[in-house]
C-alpha cells in the first residue's frame, strides 16, 4: 500500500472511531418498504426513534427497531465512561440499499410465466451524539 492510500485510510479510521454503526444486510424485505420506515427516523433523538418503531404499524419498523437498539449498545461499548442520556444520541445516517433478488416463476394464463422478484435490502445506520459535535 502506497503512503498516500495508508494516510487516507488512518485519516478514515480516526474520523469513523467517535461515530457507532450498525449494519443489517439481507433483510428480506424491499427496499422500499424499508425506506418508508427509514425516512420517518433519520434525524430524530434515539428515543423518540425508538418510540416511533415501537409503535408503528409497519413490519420493518421491527426490525429497524432492533437495529438502533444494536447501534446504541455499540455505542456503550465505545464511550464506556458517558451516559445515554447526556450524549444526545440521534440517529444521524441512515442508508437503506438494494441487496440480492430471488426471481421465481409464477404460472399466468395460456402457459405463460410471470417473474416474481423477491427483493432485499441493506440497512447501514449512524448515530451521532449532539455533545461532541458542539465542542
Known amino acids: 500500500m502506497g503512503s498516500?492510500?495508508?494516510?487516507?485510510?488512518?485519516?478514515l479510521k480516526e474520523?469513523?472511531?467517535?461515530?457507532a454503526f450498525?449494519?443489517?444486510?439481507?433483510?428480506?424485505?424491499?427496499?422500499?418498504?424499508m425506506r418508508l420506515v427509514a425516512d420517518i427516523i433519520r434525524g430524530e433523538d434515539v428515543t423518540?426513534?425508538?418510540?416511533?418503531l415501537k409503535y408503528s404499524k409497519k413490519e420493518a419498523s421491527e426490525r429497524l427497531e432492533k437495529?438502533?437498539?444494536?447501534?446504541?449498545?455499540?455505542?456503550q461499548a465505545k464511550n464506556e465512561d458517558m451516559d445515554i442520556e447526556d450524549a444526545q444520541l440521534y440517529v444521524k445516517?441512515?442508508?437503506?440499499?438494494?441487496a440480492r433478488q430471488l426471481k421465481r416463476l409464477r404460472p399466468a394464463p395460456q402457459g405463460r410465466a410471470h417473474r416474481i422478484r423477491k427483493r432485499s435490502n441493506h440497512?447501514?445506520?449512524?448515530?451521532?451524539?449532539?455533545?461532541?459535535?458542539n465542542q
Open 4 to 11: 498516500r492510500k495508508r494516510n487516507s485510510a488512518e485519516l
Open 93 to 98: 445516517e441512515i442508508n437503506v440499499d438494494s
Open 123 to 133: 440497512v447501514t445506520i449512524i448515530l451521532g451524539s449532539k455533545t461532541k459535535e
Open 48 to 52: 423518540k426513534a425508538l418510540y416511533i
Open 22 to 33: 450498525a449494519k443489517l444486510n439481507n433483510c428480506p424485505t424491499s427496499p422500499r418498504k
Open 67 to 75: 437495529l438502533v437498539l444494536s447501534a446504541i449498545a455499540n455505542w
Open 15 to 19: 474520523a469513523k472511531k467517535d461515530l
